[in-house]
């Protein structure tokens, strides 16, 4: 079993930034592939970044690419999102999830095992 609790989301205006955390716990979490996802209101569920626990390997949405940030933290076992230059259409809770494979969209979203409570985000133009 693997526990994922996010925080950090949160209103911020057009332009700014935040940082999303994710805490994992359990006794395998280590061996999963760590990513976000967001689910904005009446949409689907949207890939948005993984990364491997090393940190070596890590791909992006491409609405994304350039302003967003996945990390990882070994020694807290706690992975990042760090938004800048965030757009209204960013607006979304945002998911951690603890996936099987690397490949990055809709294959590590459907590979999740486990994922948390969500954290919302909402910029304001």
């Known amino acids: 079993q693997v526990q994922l609790v996010e925080s950090g989301g949160g209103l911020v205006q057009a332009g700014g930034s935040l940082r999303l955390s994710c805490a994992a716990s359990g006794r395998t979490f280590s061996r999963y592939i760590m990513g976000w996802f967001r689910q904005a209101p009446g949409k689907a569920r949207e890939f948005v970044a993984v990364?491997?626990?090393?940190?070596?390997?890590?791909y992006y949405t491409d609405s994304v690419k350039e302003r967003f940030t996945i990390s990882t933290d070994n020694a807290k076992n706690t992975v990042y999102l760090q938004m800048n230059s965030l757009k209204p259409e960013d607006t979304a809770d945002y998911y951690c999830g603890a996936g099987s494979t690397l490949e990055p969209g809709p294959k590590w979203l459907e590979s999740c095992d486990y994922w948390g409570q969500g954290t919302q985000v909402t910029v304001s133009s």
């Open positions: 990364i491997t626990w090393s940190g070596g390997r890590t």
